[in-house]
């Protein structure tokens, strides 16, 4: 599929991601409108997110994004949804429905059949970036569309890494390199770069880790008085948890941070050798086999030790 073939001649054209939009939904909104603004020089073109996180603010074009969803449009020529279903575009959803041509491009498998009137699904694709590239001309795209496109593989893929990391996903990274931006810079800008406090808290959480089981697992907690220490949020305390989990020898990581007097947030990761996902569905949590999380209440120490029994059971299975 060629986008501009489905889209025919248009005079306004809409695009909306989902609702927290992450760097793939970032990146494909803002890629396919940069292309779109060349292919359709004078038609009228809006893009619809909730907000811009800060991290991708230097991708061109973010700062003509409408976050009040509002337009004069009644009924844009074409409308795609990038990165979701119709159900999570918040205001775009309506604008969506009274668009004459409706586009949705998705990688999720929870969309499967797609909104739109057209379609393009690949559950099995890396990102929504990745599988925009194949549907523009490689002749029109540019270095701006390709930083863009290339923010959210890098963001969607945890840099090439995780599991939907295909040969066709480097292929279209290796292509999108040739058009010459800092890829270098961009993947710790968009990946790795964490703030000062995050360091400290992170520097924090590994001092007071234990090893445990042989040296198999590692646990660590952040309480209140330490967040309070470093004025902190959880979002603060994110990525500590893979941190922990890259210690040498360890399959798996738990890290607890605390929510308020009796109670904390656990978060587990392991290389496979303990189902996390299990762990956490005991004590009413949930995730995937590599990534769990829990809210418990209680005093830490006895939720400490109620979870690390059963991971000591997982390991021994
Ligand atoms: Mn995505």
Do not use: W
Request: glycine share 10%; with cysteine.
């Amino acid at each position: 599929m060629r986008i501009e073939k489905e889209i025919g001649s248009a005079e306004t054209i809409g695009i909306a991601g989902h609702v927290r939009p992450d760097g793939d939904c970032v990146g494909s909104c803002m890629g396919m409108y940069l292309y779109l603004k060349k292919v359709y020089p004078s038609a009228r073109i809006d893009v619809f997110l909730q907000e811009i996180p800060e991290v991708y603010s230097f991708i061109p074009g973010t700062e003509d994004v409408n976050t009040q969803y509002q337009t004069d449009v009644e009924h844009y020529d074409a409308f795609i949804i990038l990165d979701t279903g119709k159900g999570r575009t918040d205001g775009a959803e309506v604008f969506f429905d009274n668009a004459k041509i409706r586009i949705n491009i998705d990688h999720h498998i929870s969309n499967k059949e797609g909104t739109g009137d057209i379609n393009y699904i690949y559950p099995e694709a890396s990102s929504v970036c990745e599988l925009c590239y194949g549907v523009m001309d490689p002749e029109i795209v540019d270095k701006n569309i390709a930083m863009a496109l290339y923010t959210g593989m890098v963001t969607d893929t945890g840099v090439f890494k995780y599991s939907s990391t295909s040969k066709k996903t480097m292929e279209v990274a290796g292509k999108l390199i040739t058009y010459g931006f800092e890829f270098d810079k961009l993947i710790d800008h968009v990946f790795y770069e964490k703030t000062y406090k995050q360091m400290q808290l992170l520097a924090r959480a590994i001092l007071d880790s234990k090893l445990i089981l042989d040296g198999k697992v590692i646990v660590s907690v952040t309480d209140s008085k330490t967040m309070e220490e470093y004025d902190a949020k959880g979002s603060d305390l994110e990525g500590i948890v893979s941190q922990l989990k890259l210690t040498s020898g360890v399959g798996c990581a738990l890290y607890a941070h605390q929510l308020s007097d009796n109670e904390y947030k656990l978060s587990l990761r392991s290389d496979g050798s303990v189902n996390v996902a299990k762990v956490a569905e005991t004590f009413g949590g949930g995730g995937h086999d590599r990534a769990a999380g829990i809210t418990m209440q209680g005093d830490i120490d006895d939720i400490l030790a109620k979870v690390i029994a059963k991971i000591e059971e997982s390991i021994s299975k």
